[in-house]
């Protein structure tokens, strides 16, 4: 017979030994008959030295076990020609399984040297042109060698007998393995519950081994392993590890199977009880409440009348949610994508109020002062009512110290303008999908600040103020002041594109209104979108006024008081300007007079007397003791101290530069936290100094013996700037030569290596902060003249401002005089008596 395709040759159906037990009802009978013929066939017999000699059956992917009956497809030549010589000659088979079942034509080293003697039936022609013939295993053998090699494998062997005792311990794995089989026949399906009953029946320990290792779908080599074991109670054992490793995988799968089917049955049930919804609602006429849901949604977008890039997004999404399950996530997702395109403001808009009269009106009864940032929105409001058609919305930056009313008075723009607030604090935002939104394929996702802003003003027009906007802070999530670059750019806010949305979205009508303190963190691009209107720190009679128009009656109203039950005198509210507060704004201000009002309140309402007048020297009652010491008690002339002014986010404010000289190699350090350029300031100052030494009256050997010690106090606050420059030459001066420096002066001013003062930034706010601490007089450079004009004229009476270009005149002005050393003649004369004139100190002789 010719050689069969190997894709089915020597193997079998179940790549195991099939009992008969295992077969179709149908297949039974005519099985049943072919293993009769089975009995009629005798083991081999021994020979003289105990071998037996037989024909070798090779077998691919399957390994034959003593006891069991199989039916083999055989298709080889070989193996068919064995069997024909076994059934000729009335005997056993050796069956061997293969090392390596991909070789097609096995030789001797191919094959394991333990196999099982079989005894084989007729063989049958199957219609699929195979060969079948039913084995039964009887006994181990072991090969000793090939007798035969052609036409069939012929080979002689030694039969492995097993001990048939059972011992205590053979029974305990017994009983160990019948446990571990029954739950294996339990969660494998493709096992019946008849192998269980058939293995409890089992009495060799040796049988039920090789029994249950035939009945599990185990690879070659592990069963290999099984037959070579002739010790039983060792072959107990093994099937034991292989039961373990079976019965945890089909847990396992058990379980995976488990989860799948509840799915299974909650989709299914789901779609019943839907089914069943729909079947009653049509008997109540009731309809649909999905598609009820699709039509009111349509609806909604044909009434939104959307942009034709937002109604096409919107329609595709509506296509996309018809076709889903009404419970599918996806659903949910799209429907509220779907509320944030038709509950956003596209057209909705409300008109400007651009009566000029009233909105001026407005302004100064809710804000006193703030002059620029008043007349830019009347001007805004002119240009609109003569171009409103072609006018672009400006991009404004409110910038100044805190509490000096940005955010307050962008409230009072929108009610002069008739226009919604919408405001969004920036404050420690550092994700850029803060601003754009996140995309849609994150769970969670929603639009960024600025479209829900816009979706809660509910028109396209409102005043977005950007509270903070110098707060912002990037990380690896991104830029934020990159993103608001679209969003503030006339040029190109019309079409906004939000990552969420994925539409474009106008934001060109939007009057957007930014605050800051400082502008240094802003980036250039950002800061060049911005139109900047500085908000100075008021001055002192402009706090008394503010206190007086907004805050006493807010805070007496807040508290429950009446202006019958309390009265703030002039003298009271400068005193707390001075010795309790120390800003450019007024929140300290309103806090402390809430102070005062919450104090009166407890005795109104405890019952008990109070004072209705509020009076200077009664503040510590109120309030404790000052908080500020009146800067003129705290300073007096002094040699190496100068007095400087500085810029700070909160205003200006004064700082102090001390000297000190002490023995040494000429060295010069610079303490109280000063930054790199404050350092070179002071280098600059020194050169200068030192090169001047002779006009100054000063020995050049002097400084090569002497360290330098500048220090600047307040060591806790960072301090960094060239503004400081004549204020550190003016206190070098002061020390080496000896000159007091003038108590009432305060100066600002940068110093070059030849003496010349360049100017600073700042000056009104410096201004005011030397106003503010009682100085007379304010040394500023020359070219700062141009920014005198924002200074207030009460400010500029009371401080005498000197402009200086070269350190000569700051010298003149900050420095006392020199002390002139008199020499005393050789007779006595009457004593020498001075005469102050104008601060300075000149002898004059009786």
Not at 317 to 341: A, C, K, N
Not at 434 to 456: F, K, N, S, V, W
Not at 634 to 663: H, P, S, Y
Request: proline share 6%; net charge negative.
């Amino acid at each position: 017979m010719r050689n069969q395709a190997p894709d089915f040759d020597d193997s079998m159906y179940d790549d195991a030994p099939i009992p008969e037990w295992l077969f179709h009802a149908d297949m039974a009978d005519a099985m049943r008959t072919r293993a009769e013929e089975l009995m009629d066939v005798h083991e081999a017999k021994l020979d003289a030295h105990g071998f037996i000699e037989c024909p070798a059956l090779p077998l691919r992917d399957m390994v034959l076990f003593p006891h069991m009956v199989t039916p083999l497809l055989v298709g080889r030549e070989k193996s068919l020609a064995a069997i024909a010589a076994a059934n000729a000659n009335q005997e056993t088979v050796i069956a061997l399984a293969q090392i390596d079942d991909q070789v097609i034509d096995p030789g001797p080293d191919d094959l394991y040297t333990t196999g099982c003697e079989v005894a084989v039936g007729r063989m049958l022609r199957m219609p699929d042109g195979t060969t079948s013939v039913l084995a039964q295993g009887r006994r181990r053998v072991e090969v000793i060698e090939f007798t035969q090699i052609e036409p069939y494998y012929r080979v002689r062997a030694r039969p492995i007998y097993e001990p048939t005792e059972k011992t205590l311990e053979t029974e305990a794995l017994m009983r160990a393995v019948l446990a571990l089989f029954e739950k294996v026949v339990s969660l494998n399906r493709s096992i019946p519950e008849e192998a269980y009953v058939y293995a409890m029946n089992v009495d060799g320990p040796g049988w039920l081994a090789d029994m249950v290792t035939s009945s599990l779908k185990v690879d070659v080599a592990d069963a290999q392993t099984v037959l070579e074991i002739a010790e039983p109670a060792e072959r107990l054992q093994r099937v034991s590890v292989l039961l373990g490793k079976e019965l945890d995988v089909l847990e396992l799968e058990d379980h995976i199977n488990t989860q799948v089917q509840s799915e299974v049955d909650k989709s299914q049930r789901e779609y019943y009880l839907r089914e069943k919804m729909k079947a009653i609602q049509s008997e109540l006429g009731e309809g649909d409440l999905w598609a009820q849901e699709i039509g009111d949604l349509k609806e909604k977008v044909a009434a939104a009348s959307l942009p034709e890039e937002a109604n096409k997004a919107a329609l595709k999404e509506l296509e996309r949610l018809q076709q889903m399950p009404p419970m599918s996530p996806e659903s949910g997702i799209i429907r509220t994508y779907l509320d944030w395109l038709i509950e956003l403001p596209w057209h909705q808009s409300t008109d400007d109020n651009l009566e000029m009269a009233r909105a001026k009106r407005l302004l100064d009864q809710q804000h006193y002062g703030l002059p620029k940032a008043k007349d830019r929105v009347l001007e805004y409001m002119a240009v609109r009512s003569l171009a409103k058609d072609k006018m672009r919305s400006p991009i404004l930056c409110f910038v100044g110290p805190p509490g000096t009313g940005k955010t307050s008075l962008g409230r009072s723009i929108a009610e002069a303008l008739g226009r919604k607030f919408a405001r969004v604090s920036l404050g420690g935002v550092r994700d850029e999908a803060e601003i754009r939104g996140h995309r849609r394929t994150y769970i969670g996702a929603l639009p960024g600040r600025i479209i829900q802003t816009m979706r809660r003003a509910g028109t396209i027009n409102p005043l977005f103020m950007l509270d903070e906007i110098d707060k912002l802070s990037a990380d690896f999530r991104g830029d934020p002041s990159a993103a608001l670059l679209e969003v503030l750019d006339p040029e190109q806010n019309h079409a906004f594109l939000d990552h969420y949305l994925d539409v474009s979205y106008d934001l060109s009508k939007v009057l957007f209104v930014t605050t800051a303190n400082y502008l240094g963190p802003l980036p250039p691009a950002l800061q060049d979108r911005l139109e900047v209107i500085e908000f100075s720190g008021y001055v002192e009679e402009e706090k008394l006024e503010i206190a007086r128009r907004f805050i006493i009656p807010r805070q007496l109203a807040e508290n429950g008081l009446t202006r019958d039950d309390l009265d703030f005198t002039d003298g009271s509210l400068r005193g707390m300007v001075r010795e309790y507060t120390y800003e450019s704004g007024v929140r300290n201000l309103e806090r402390e007079i809430a102070n005062v009002c919450r104090k009166v309140a407890r005795r109104k309402a405890e019952r008990k007397p109070w004072a209705k007048r509020v009076m200077p020297g009664s503040l510590h009652k109120y309030l404790g003791p000052p908080q500020y010491s009146p800067p003129e008690t705290e300073r007096v002339d002094q040699e190496g101290i100068a007095n400087g002014v500085a810029w700070t986010e909160g205003g200006g404010d004064t700082i102090v530069v001390e000297v000190n000289l002490l023995k040494g190699k000429g060295g010069m350090q610079v303490t109280g936290q000063v930054g790199e350029v404050m350092q070179e300031s002071a280098q600059a100052a020194l050169s200068f100094v030192r090169s001047q030494a002779k006009a100054l009256g000063v020995e050049e050997s002097r400084f090569e013996k002497t360290d330098i010690h500048v220090h600047v106090p307040e060591g806790g606050i960072p301090k960094d700037g060239p503004s400081a420059g004549i204020t550190i030459a003016t206190a070098l001066v002061s020390a080496f030569t000896g000159r007091k420096v003038r108590r009432e002066v305060a100066m600002t001013g940068e110093i070059t290596l030849r003496g010349r003062v360049l100017p600073v930034g700042g000056v009104k706010e410096k201004v005011l902060a030397a106003h503010r601490a009682g100085f007379r007089t304010m040394i500023l450079p020359k070219k700062n003249e141009k920014d005198l004009v924002d200074v207030p004229r009460n400010v500029k009476r009371d401080v005498k401002i000197v402009l200086a270009e070269t350190m000569d005149e700051v010298i003149g002005i900050a420095l006392m005089p020199p002390v002139a050393r008199i020499k005393r003649p050789l007779r006595a004369k009457p004593p020498l008596k001075t005469r102050p004139r104008a601060g300075i100190v000149r002898p004059t002789a009786h």
